[in-house]
């Protein structure tokens, strides 16, 4: 089993919809959950880090971790066009000083 | 701060010539990250340093690769003899605490070895 799982979509929603993204992990010893955004020829950029199980607000995105099921998941509310991009999950295994990453999660916003 | 700077921004090299990428962290990170970016491996991590000493190189893939980091503003990362299929973009990546509020990453070096 990978350490960190995503659905490689592509994940296709309509502008203003809200997008869900997904991802489990296996390292029931890991505290914190960090999710990328990667533009196609660009590089990661941190959206959101959550370390606590619950939910976690910033602007239109919020992040949901469920350490019971090891799961952590990122919503978009309002998705626009610009949103389009792979969304990497990824977090430190067994507390290590590294992250690992998910393959990503390719999302399409269309107008 | 300008960020991680990264160089070359792109390489085309022939098979079994030596290539060496050059990194830049910020100012004041004790983490140095190398991780290289493929459609079929995804992003893994080569090979990571604090404070200027290598702490875990599990991800190197073979003797060919090999890093150092000099000081604390300068890491290269160095293939000999470069191959076809180490083809990818890599990426160094910095952080003022290890995974704590996540990683910048540099713009990447783009690898075509032919």
């Known amino acids: 089993q990978k350490e960190v799982e995503q659905n490689s979509g592509p994940l296709s929603v309509p502008e203003g919809a809200i997008a869900s993204l997904n991802c489990t992990y296996s390292?029931?010893?890991?505290?914190?959950f960090f999710w990328y955004r990667q533009y196609s020829g660009k590089s990661p950029e941190l959206i959101m880090f959550?370390?606590?199980?619950g939910d976690k607000e910033d602007g239109r995105f919020t992040a949901q971790l469920n350490k019971a099921s090891q799961y952590v998941s990122l919503l978009i509310r309002d998705s626009q066009p610009s949103d389009s991009a792979t969304y990497l999950c990824?977090?430190?295994?067994?507390?290590?000083?590294?992250?690992?990453f998910g393959a990503g999660t390719r999302l399409a916003v269309h107008p | 701060d300008a960020g991680v700077i990264q160089s070359p921004r792109h390489e085309v090299t022939e098979m079994g010539q030596e290539v060496t990428l050059r990194c830049k962290p910020i100012?004041?990170?004790?983490?140095l990250f190398w991780y290289r970016q493929t459609m079929m491996r995804g992003l893994e991590l080569l090979i990571y340093?604090?404070?200027?000493?290598?702490?875990?190189d599990s991800g190197m893939p073979e003797d060919r690769f090999s890093a150092k980091m000099p000081n604390a503003s300068f890491s290269t990362l160095k293939i000999q003899p470069s191959e076809p299929r180490d083809s990818a973009v890599y990426f160094c990546?910095?952080?003022?605490?290890?995974?704590?509020?996540?990683?910048?990453f540099g713009s990447g070096t783009r690898l075509t070895v032919v």
């Open positions: 340093f604090n404070n200027n000493v290598p702490i875990d």
């Open positions: 990824a977090l430190p295994p067994g507390g290590y000083n590294k992250l690992i």
């Open positions: 990546a910095s952080s003022l605490v290890a995974g704590g509020d996540g990683y910048t």
């Open positions: 390292d029931r010893g890991s505290q914190s």
């Open positions: 959550i370390y606590s199980n």
């Open positions: 100012s004041g990170h004790d983490y």
